[in-house]
């Protein structure tokens, strides 16, 4: 019985190792596939590093560009603005000049009138009214007492300086 109860105690024993080396083996084989787990969530990782630097760099690249496109935004609104004030000069150099261009048509009008009103007078002087601001003098009452006036006082003169008859 000793010899039983020994037996049973080794193989109670070698059971006892048996089962820690099952156990070391599954640990061992968990630990296996923590680091099957690991590796792959590490290669996952780095994948995902990639990926992070590629968005980076598209981000960085998307906001140069939308910092390129409100320059360009900010130079085209400038250039409407611009545009808008030299339309708006141009529209008002346009109304100056029309204004201007009616005044002198205005003058011009006016002057004409004047002018033609010159000529008319001078073409009415040259036909008729020398000749009748001539005859006006010459038949002026005044220039006839005038003359006869002239005429005693020669005789006067005359008939004092013994003279009897002037020509």
């Known amino acids: 019985m000793y010899a039983a109860r020994s037996k049973i105690t080794d193989l109670e024993a070698e059971i006892a190792t048996l089962k820690g080396k099952v156990e070391e083996v599954q640990v061992d084989k968990e630990r296996a ?10 290669k996952d990782l780095a994948a995902k590093d990639v990926e992070i630097a ?24 400038v250039k ?6 030299a339309k708006r000069a141009a529209v ?10 009616n005044v002198a048509q205005n003058n011009y009008a006016e002057a004409q009138t ?3 009103t010159l000529v008319s007078e001078s073409e009415w002087m040259r036909n008729r009214g020398v000749a009748a601001i001539t005859n006006s003098i010459l038949n002026a009452t005044e220039l006839d007492e005038a003359v006869a006036a002239l005429t005693d006082v020669g005789r006067a003169v005359g008939n004092r300086g013994g003279y009897f008859e002037c020509a």
């Open 92 to 101: 008002e150099v346009c109304d100056i000049s029309t204004y201007a261009l």
């Open 114 to 116: 004047i002018v033609d």
């Open 80 to 85: 409407a603005e611009t545009t808008e004030g």
């Open 54 to 77: 590629e968005l980076k760099r598209r981000l960085f690249e998307a906001h140069d560009i939308n910092e390129s496109l409100e320059i360009d935004l900010e130079a085209e609104k």
């Open 33 to 42: 596939e923590l680091n099957v787990r690991v590796e792959n969530r590490d």
